[in-house]
């Protein structure tokens, strides 16, 4: 798809921060939802929509493009000579339900706009430029999160085959729905050859960098996480049934969920039920069945799986005395990623060369801060193949995975400065064949 002839990247930094904000405007129109709100899932008509829009944007900002063999919209600009490894930019397109519109998808337009930025100024770099929008972060459609990313890491699972949706669609068949290959999945993986290093531009979804009153910031690592699907089962029966015989597997299931949010807490973790249903579901009757999910993380990995034993035979006890059983499933599992020195030195460098462009050359900006990301992002998955680092960009009140998600234009103006010049300053040290471009 090309792109409206009036939607041309400008070459400003508070214009082109504008038209970065009007494309996310765009994305979030493709929503699976009515009413405004925003989701857009992983091998969706709405998917295979943003990839085109992206592709187009691609194109226009010199970029060669194609789809690969798991849904991942990607692009490719050649260095100073063809065939270089390339330095990847990118993020999601991919949101989870009633989401903001800029959880990812900021990432991957800032990277593009960079790119266009580059191919403008008609500078050739000693590494091709790569943009990928990864079509699964969130783990929204099948439970488990980062598929796009884990594809191009080589790290896909056969056993995620038979993952369903909520319909019941199996992942091999939302694969030929959507026109994909399941056999030719291990196309998409690239090798840690193919690339010199992984940038991500993401919303910080967390208040740090507003609290310091801070536009931009530095990402340390990145938190593990497990997610798990936990069934406590008792028996359905009539409500007034009398205390003694009754097995209930939702009150079993509050009991739990409370102890879990305590055993988090106390070890400085982070635990979130965000889903809960309830069977058979009617006023007057017991439940015999509850479902939750749980997402675990912290940022060692050691102390997280630690919590999940505690959580574990808690399970246990409750559902013993209770006399309920329960079953636990892990949905997703992703280690803690750290961001290279290396490239948490070009990110600081790029913020340090934003602050004082703003600043007309007057470098009395804070020293950029760097931050411990409870969220998960793909870089987790590409730290698999290749160094990773991340900008975090101030979002209000630290909301995120809500509609009220928002950034302001003059924030993601400096994003875009900060990010190019992130860029630049790697190349000069891969030039220099420096290790510390910084
Ligand atoms: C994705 O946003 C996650 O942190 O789960
Ligand atoms: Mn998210
Ligand atoms: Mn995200």
């Not at 921060?17 to 008509?45: F, K, Q, T």
């Not at 593990?224 to 009539?238: D, E, L, N, S």
């Not at 973790?269 to 439940?287: C, K, S």
């Amino acid at each position: 798809m090309t792109p409206p002839a009036d939607d041309t990247m400008r070459n400003d930094g508070a214009r082109t921060a504008a038209v970065v904000l009007e494309r996310c405007d765009e994305l979030a129109r493709h929503s699976s939802l009515p009413d405004g709100l925003i989701e857009r899932v992983y091998l969706s008509p709405e998917h295979a929509a943003v990839n085109a829009l992206a592709a187009g944007w691609m194109q226009g900002a010199g970029m060669d493009t194609w789809q690969d063999a798991a849904g991942n919209q990607c692009g490719r600009l050649e260095g100073a000579t063809p065939g270089l490894p390339a330095l990847l930019l990118g993020s999601h397109l991919d949101t989870v339900p009633s989401a903001g519109r800029y959880d990812g998808i900021l990432g991957v337009l800032t990277a593009i706009a960079v790119v266009e930025r580059i191919t403008t100024s008609g500078r050739s770099l000693p590494f091709a430029l790569e943009v990928v929008a990864f079509g699964d972060e969130e783990g929204t459609r099948f439970g488990t999160a980062l598929l796009g990313s884990r594809a191009l890491a080589g790290t896909w699972l056969d056993a995620w085959w038979e993952l369903t949706d909520e319909a019941g669609i199996t992942l091999h068949e939302a694969f030929v729905a959507f026109g994909l290959d399941p056999a030719a999945v291990t196309a998409a993986a690239r090798t840690s050859n193919d690339f010199v290093g992984y940038l991500e531009t993401h919303i910080e979804q967390g208040p740090v960098l507003e609290e310091n009153d801070l536009p931009l910031g530095i990402v340390s690592s990145i938190a593990g996480a497990r997610r798990f699907q936990i069934t406590i089962t008792g028996k359905a029966g009539h409500s007034g049934t009398p205390w003694t015989h009754r097995r209930d597997a939702l009150a079993g299931a509050s009991e739990a969920i409370v102890a879990i949010e305590r055993l988090a807490r106390d070890a400085d973790l982070i635990a979130t039920v965000g889903h809960l249903e309830v069977f058979p579901d009617a006023v007057n009757v017991i439940a015999g069945r509850a479902e939750f999910s749980l997402d675990l993380r912290g940022r060692f990995d050691a102390d997280r799986d630690s919590v999940w034993q505690q959580i574990e035979t808690l399970l246990d006890e409750i559902c013993a005395t209770r006399g309920l059983h329960v079953a636990v499933h892990q949905t997703h599992a992703a280690p803690a990623a750290h961001c290279s020195d290396r490239l948490r030195g070009v990110i600081a460098a790029g913020i340090r060369a934003a602050d004082l462009r703003a600043a007309d050359g007057a470098d009395d900006a804070p020293a950029p801060l760097e931050l411990l990301s409870m969220a998960g992002h793909d870089a987790m998955a590409v730290a698999h193949l290749t160094e990773i680092g991340m900008l975090f960009v101030r979002c209000a009140g630290g909301v995120s995975h809500h509609p009220d998600e928002s950034v302001t234009e003059a924030d993601v103006a400096r994003a875009l400065d900060a990010f190019e010049a992130a860029v630049l300053a790697l190349a000069d040290g891969h030039q220099a064949g420096s290790q510390d471009p910084a």
